[in-house]
């Protein structure tokens, strides 16, 4: 049994008390867990797992071989029991009586679904045969960083040898499929006593006769290979590092500036969501003198391939004497050549049945001494794009400075992104969302409307920053929208609208989070009752600083960074039926409301020649949920209209002409309509949100 080690190695978390009741598939599924959740083993989505189980047959009765597989698409980390494919071994082996040769391997993944056992709807992923042809037990397939890093040097047959003698087996590089299962099959034939093998650019195959075997030879395997390094690998990192890296609060100012100019210019086909990561390794990789030839040799396992795209761009910034105008000057030529650059390697490996070429774009952007920006179509595939390419770091840190890193050939890594087992998955992939890509910005987002309005627009695939200054309700909200939508989706800034250094803080921290912004929503906001007589000062400007001094400043941010991204922008205010229509006792709450709509106005005409909307939605009496209806303000609407504070909610449903209660979610639905393309042709529109109120109706 191995040790149960801490820091560098791998731990050995097998408990055998918890896997003693386990069936075999449960022992594969807790197998499955452990090894994916350490990204040193494997990374998101990466690696495969298998157990070949003795079954009922439920059509014959008989006792058959099952092959639990992980499914197509799934992550060995977080994946449940209804992850796995199952499949009768029997008819994967009559497979092999089918198979017309490597030119016509891809035919052989439509006979897969043929093999289903027990009519398990998961599919079967293009790796069954590698697990299937194996002749043990249980089979795991890793993309650990030390293995990639033998398995990516230009010698990783002679090392591997040396690393691990007979122990481990090697085979050349082979895009995964029903050859390389062929190929599996041949080795252990001629290796009975191999407990496993490294695939030359791609990663670690293991097995073993139970599921704990298969799990501990996984582990002991890459705890030998990281050994090995720790004693060999002793040379600086890529070479030294050539350049400072900057402080922590300076790297997130050029990230903050550079990710909202780069998102305009490569978001025309498809808006894009990103991700800044300057931890150690990215930051040793892009001080380092080695930074960019081994960039532009790409990435060498086809994992980390098909999220970082043929190479990263390294962006021309010097961190010793950092000018960050001419960066910017710089980046839309930048871009230009590497679109150019992939067009080129299109046409130069693209074959007679190739898909069209896609996004030309780069995924991964690399800025001296400051870190790693990754683009992607939502922030998930963003981050982790970057987790894949900082394991790519990991392997060329490793291998160049054992041997020479070799990356994926040219050829092979355009076969495998314009695979055309890949464009058919692609093709597969369910309609995007209406704000799908799309980032808001949405002030009192704790708060009943803000809250509602988070929840519809993440219902439509936006991503959410919420920006309040109650922290409390802020951290609830939090909570709750990261729990339903998941937490890549939303984030939280704690923001005091009428501090003009808070609001440009809390927007430079929404920009690093996410990469830019398409819409805010302007909606905090308070309410106050008084007579003129007896309305003070101080509450006056109270009204004034948060309804239009607050809307203001969010605004004049939000319009800065559109006109930085050039992609256009929206902006909803959240103003008042107050806004229009008097009220009594409350001349300071109206007053800043009629501000509000007229400063919407103004911008809308400042807005529309670079496609910025600027609308409002105009609520009225929405009392369920709403923070400014749970202080003074209920109790003193209620004086005013002399009714108690029960009847306060009676009062305005019957006062409307609809004779409807108006709620938050009613609210964040205007606002929605509003922020979407729905209403892609208004601009200083009002839409009246109060169940009919005659007073308001716009004129």
């Known amino acids: 049994m191995l040790d149960k080690q801490q820091g560098s190695r791998l731990a050995n978390l097998w408990d055998d008390a918890k896997a003693a009741g386990m069936s075999e598939p449960e022992r594969l599924l807790y197998r499955s867990n452990l ?30 071989e099952v092959l639990w597989v992980k499914g197509s698409g799934g992550d060995v980390g977080t994946i449940k029991m209804d992850g796995f494919s199952t499949l009768y071994m029997e008819k994967l082996e009559a497979l092999k009586g089918l198979y017309r040769g490597l030119e016509h391997e891809d035919e052989m993944v439509g006979y897969l679904p043929h093999c289903t056992f027990n009519l398990n709807p998961r599919a079967a992923s293009i790796d069954t045969p ?43 590089w082979k895009r995964p499929g029903f050859e390389l299962g062929l190929w599996l099959s041949k080795f252990c034939a001629e290796n009975p006593n191999a407990r496993g093998l490294i695939l030359e650019s791609h990663g670690l195959f293991t097995w073993g006769d139970t599921a704990k075997e298969a799990y501990e030879t996984t582990i002991e395997i890459i705890n030998k290979a990281i050994a090995w390094f720790e004693t060999e690998n002793t040379a600086p990192a890529f070479g030294g590092a050539v350049k400072p890296v900057m402080p922590a609060a300076e790297r997130r100012a050029v990230a903050q500036k550079l990710m909202p100019v780069i998102r305009g210019l490569i978001s025309a086909d498809e808006r894009k969501l990103g991700h800044f990561d300057d931890s150690q390794a990215v930051l040793d990789f892009v001080t380092s003198k080695n930074l960019e030839p081994l960039a532009a040799l790409g990435t060498s396992c086809p994992d980390h391939f098909l999220r970082t795209k043929i190479c990263p761009l390294v962006i021309d910034f010097d961190p010793a004497h950092p000018d960050i105008d001419k960066t910017l000057a710089g980046l839309e030529a930048a871009i230009t050549e590497y679109r150019a650059g992939y067009a080129a390697y ?100 704790a708060g009943g409307i803000g809250k509602a309005t988070a929840h519809r627009l993440m219902q439509e695939g936006a991503c959410v920053v919420l920006a309040d200054i109650d922290e409390t309700a802020l951290a609830s909200a ?60 101080a509450l006056w400007n109270k009204n004034m600083d948060i309804l239009a001094t607050g809307y203001f400043l969010v605004s004049r941010e939000a319009f800065r960074i559109f006109r930085n991204q050039k992609a256009g922008g929206n902006v909803v205010f959240v103003a008042s039926k107050n806004g229009l229509a008097a009220s009594p006792g409350a001349s300071a709450y109206c007053t800043a ?74 609210i964040a639905q205007a606002i929605y309509f509003l922020a979407s393309d729905m209403s892609a042709k208004s601009t200083g529109n009002i839409i009246n949100v109060d169940a009919g109120n005659a007073q308001s109706f716009t004129r």
């Open 593 to 666: 409301k009629a501000a509000e709509i007229h400063l919407a106005r103004c911008l809308a005409l400042e807005g529309a020649a670079a496609q910025i909307r600027v609308n409002v939605v105009n609520p009225d009496a929405v009392l369920r949920g709403s923070k400014i209806w749970s202080g003074e303000w209920k109790e003193q609407r209620a004086a005013v209209y002399k009714t108690d504070m029960e009847g306060l909610e009676a009062m305005y449903r019957e006062r409307s002409m609809l004779k409807l209660s108006v709620f938050p979610e009613d």
């Open 346 to 445: 299109y046409e130069r490996c693209k074959r007679d049945n190739s898909p069209a070429m896609r996004d030309p774009n780069a995924v991964v952007y690399l800025i001296p001494g400051v870190g790693m920006i990754t683009f992607a179509k939502d922030k998930a595939t963003a981050r982790i794009s970057g987790e894949f390419y900082v394991n790519a770091i990991n392997v060329m840190r490793g291998a160049s400075g054992v041997s020479t890193y070799v990356g994926l050939p040219e050829q092979e890594a355009f076969d495998i992104e314009y695979w055309l087992l890949e464009e058919a998955k692609l093709q597969r992939m369910p309609k995007p969302k209406m704000l799908a890509g799309k980032i808001a910005l949405v002030t009192g987002g």
């Open 478 to 537: 939090l909570d709750e929208l990261g729990g339903r939508y998941g937490k890549d989706f939303v984030r939280a800034v704690n923001m005091n609208v009428t501090d003009e250094a808070a609001v440009e803080k809390s927007f430079a921290d929404a920009l690093v989070e996410f990469g830019g912004l398409d819409i805010l929503v302007s909606n905090a906001g308070l309410a106050s009752s008084a007579p003129i007589e007896d309305t003070t000062l």
């Open 130 to 172: 590698l697990h299937a042809y194996v002749p043990k037990k249980h089979v795991d397939h890793m993309h650990p960083d030390a293995i990639i890093a033998i398995a990516a040097s230009k010698n990783s047959r002679e090392l591997t040898q040396q690393i691990f003698g007979d122990d481990i087996g090697w085979l050349p």
């Open 35 to 64: 090894l994916g959740s350490d990204k040193r083993i494997t990374n998101y989505g990466g690696g495969n797992t298998s157990a070949k189980v003795m079954e009922k047959d439920p059509l014959g009765g008989g006792t058959v």
